[in-house]
């Protein structure tokens, strides 16, 4: 069984995005625990201006449309097997077409939200995110194979 994280960005431990930075330290800590483990950044700059790593990353062109899936993203998940994904990160507009395709393709992910759904990131822009909640982000949940909460702030 192979892991295949996915995020926004490079998974670069010397940038301030703690997401990257916690991805980057579990895909090391996994591939030390002998697992084979890749990495997939969506990001609008496609270079591999990052330190040398023990795992494999592969960069995706991030589309100008939030919701718009990479061809080359969509096909590279349509020709992997005995895969779990994750997916790192909540109310990213993107997650919600590749947990689509996921689904679609009857391919397990986990999601981990990263607080994105703690009870304070829930407050600021109530209106909207209830919105967006209902219209995507509740699909993404529903097609969770697991959802990992780092905290207990998360837990509802």
Same mark, same amino acid.
């Given at each position: 069984?192979?892991?295949?994280?996915?995020?926004?960005?490079?998974?670069?431990?010397?940038?301030?995005?703690?997401v990257n930075k916690v991805v980057y330290q579990l895909a090391t800590a996994q591939v030390e625990h002998h697992q084979k483990v890749r990495v997939?950044?969506? @990001?609008?700059?496609?270079?591999? +201006?990052?330190? !040398?790593?023990?795992? *494999?990353?592969? #960069?995706?062109?991030?589309?100008?449309?939030?919701?718009?899936?990479?061809?080359?993203?969509?096909?590279?998940?349509?020709?992997?097997?005995?895969?779990?994904?994750?997916?790192?990160?909540?109310?990213?507009?993107?997650?919600?077409?590749?947990?689509?395709?996921?689904?679609?393709?009857?391919?397990?992910?986990?999601? @981990?939200?990263?607080?994105?759904? +703690?009870?304070? !990131?829930?407050?600021? *822009?109530?209106? #909207?995110?209830?919105?967006?909640?209902?219209?995507?982000?509740?699909?993404?949940?529903?097609?969770?194979?697991?959802?990992?909460?780092?905290?207990?702030?998360?837990?509802?």
């Amino acid at each position: 069984m192979e892991i295949i994280h996915i995020i926004l960005g490079k998974a670069n431990p010397e940038r301030m995005n703690g997401v990257n930075k916690v991805v980057y330290q579990l895909a090391t800590a996994q591939v030390e625990h002998h697992q084979k483990v890749r990495v997939w950044g969506i @990001t609008k700059d496609a270079q591999e +201006n990052f330190p !040398a790593r023990n795992f *494999n990353t592969r #960069l995706f062109q991030k589309k100008r449309n939030p919701f718009g899936l990479p061809f080359d993203l969509k096909k590279a998940i349509t020709q992997t097997e005995n895969v779990v994904f994750h997916l790192h990160g909540g109310w990213i507009p993107l997650f919600w077409s590749i947990a689509h395709e996921l689904h679609r393709q009857n391919k397990r992910f986990v999601l @981990t939200p990263h607080g994105a759904y +703690n009870r304070i !990131a829930m407050r600021k *822009n109530r209106l #909207l995110k209830n919105i967006y909640f209902y219209g995507f982000e509740k699909k993404v949940l529903e097609y969770a194979y697991k959802i990992h909460c780092i905290g207990t702030s998360e837990k509802w």
